[in-house]
């Protein structure tokens, strides 16, 4: 499975199209499934510009990817057909192969290719139209066939067909949610199941929603995996022999238990686990699907999130620990199940230890106990020699916190100093990694630049554990106007969340997906001290709110010269409910009310 990089920085953001994709006018697709699972898949796929924005999104939306070592793809036929019925064939000079880009940010190595199409001469009110035949030639797990489709609402459908033909002897089922309608015949020998969806309109997303797996309104999966249990057993069956504990593997699980037993064992040989391997992706073949030993890791010493999770179950069982690989998602998706069982449900492997009753994600590098947002809450499937169904940990906020310790400077002419000490504990301190390597200056300057004032200064990383801690320094130049009265609220200054980008999640007054924020704690103390001569007038209300979403607090006391604010917010839950939203809204608002409140000074 492909490590998915969507790594969050400064607060989970929202990311959503301003206007829709071109129009799908009709997408059809014809499997014809063979008796040992190999298929063909020939998909015709007609798309209408609708603004010119759009135009520049057909060639990607008609692409097809294939796994070169399991498959092979040929463009039928490809044109564009003009407004007034005349008909542009695509020549061969205008169809081009590349590699998929990969993650930024970590080394994959994949071989899947990616032919596109330049429809010539096409223009708003067109149709692009492409013809692709797919044959796969070894299944992704042996004597299974699956294949997925959905139609999320992220631009309008008039016609989207799917026919699956097979003998009828194989268990090819399909599972659908929505719209679409499901049909099957016999005949003689073969069966056919078409599922036909029209007419489906667009309708957008909302900041902070699950990905396409979970709130696609419409989803069909066609499988031959009797159930949940069996895509776990599938993985199992290819990942058991690569779990060998070699005297290689039992003698690094020897050094680095370092005589510990039990829990601090584990702890241990997670801990070698994270600080010795490297990620590097390798998905040739059916290398998405199936890990290499423990061995090779340890001869390499990379790998990539099954490689982790084979290694340290290896050096468990070196120690006599049992553990389990668990399939799990790692993104925005996973929290509920598809329709029907299907590995596409899954992109990523950890480890699960009973004995503990412990989730391990060694691949994410973060804190021993700690898993990332990203897989928190989760539908999962444990793969071992029983498979079963279960659900990752939710995330709390009593484990995810954030400090910030700041003292705010205003100089006469204006000008705001700043010093801060700022840590980062729990599962949501991965997000933070990259900036241990990071330039201190141009990180001080693109986050101020981008989420507060402005300035420069610098954002030191203090402690490099799995847990971090940093010292920022900046200053921001003519942030205020100083007379006989000075009144601002009180800056953002230089940090690594900033709550006021809750905004865009909460503009809406209602919600009909779920609200992804990540459970957590957020405290917060700054000492501002103003120039001399000056009084404070006025400070905000203190505030304390809570809702079933979580609590906020805020307090203004004088210390002194200096003007202490504490702030708090805590969010209970890593998502809300469309019918929880409510009080997510009245929790943030009262919040925002707050930063944006008045601290009013005179002479």
Known sequence: MKKKSWIIFGLLMASFQSWAAPTLKSFDAAYDIRPDYTYTVRTKIAQVATSREDLDELTRLAAQSYSKGREEVRLVEAYTLKSDGTKLPVRPDQVFRQARQASSGVPIFDDTEVPQVAFPNVGVGDTAVAVWEKVVKVPSFPKHFFASDYVCGCRKVEYNRLVFRFPANLPVKVYARGRYVVSERTSGEMREITALLEDFPYIGKEPSQPGDLDSSANFLVASTFPSWEAVGAAYWARAKDKVTVTPEVRRIAEEAAAGATGLQAVENLYNWVVENIRYVGIFLGDGGYVPVSAQETLTTRFGDCKAYTTLLQALLAAKGIKSVPVLVYLGNDGYARLPGPIPTQFNHAMLYVPDFNLFLDPTSQNHFGTLVPEVRGKFAVLAGEEPR???????????????????????????????????????????????????????????????????????????????????????????????????????????????????????????????????????????????????????????????????????????????VVQRKLVLNKDVYAPDEYPAVRELLQKMLQDLRAPLVFTK
């Open 389 to 563: 169904q279960v659900s990752t940990p939710v995330g709390r906020a009593a484990v995810e916190i954030y400090r910030q310790e700041s003292r705010y400077i205003v100089s006469p002419d204006g000008k705001l100093s700043g010093t801060s000490m700022l840590s980062v504990e729990g599962g949501i301190a991965r997000a933070f990694k990259g900036l241990v390597t990071a330039d201190p200056v141009a990180t001080a300057r693109n986050i101020l630049a981008r989420f507060a004032e402005g300035g420069s200064g610098t954002l030191i990383v203090l402690d490099r554990s799995l847990q971090y801690k940093f010292t920022a320094n900046w200053e921001t130049p003519n942030l205020f106007q100083v007379g006989d009265l000075l009144s601002f609220s009180l800056p953002q200054g230089l940090a690594l969340f900033y709550l006021n980008r809750f905004q865009e999640l909460i503009a809406s007054p209602t919600r009909k997906n779920p609200l992804v924020l990540g459970a957590r704690t957020d405290e917060r103390t700054y000492r501002l001290v103003v120039p001399e001569g000056y009084r404070l007038l006025r400070t905000p209300t203190a505030i304390d709110v809570s809702t079933i979403a979580g609590s906020y607090t805020a307090t203004y006391t004088t210390n002194g010269t200096e003007l």
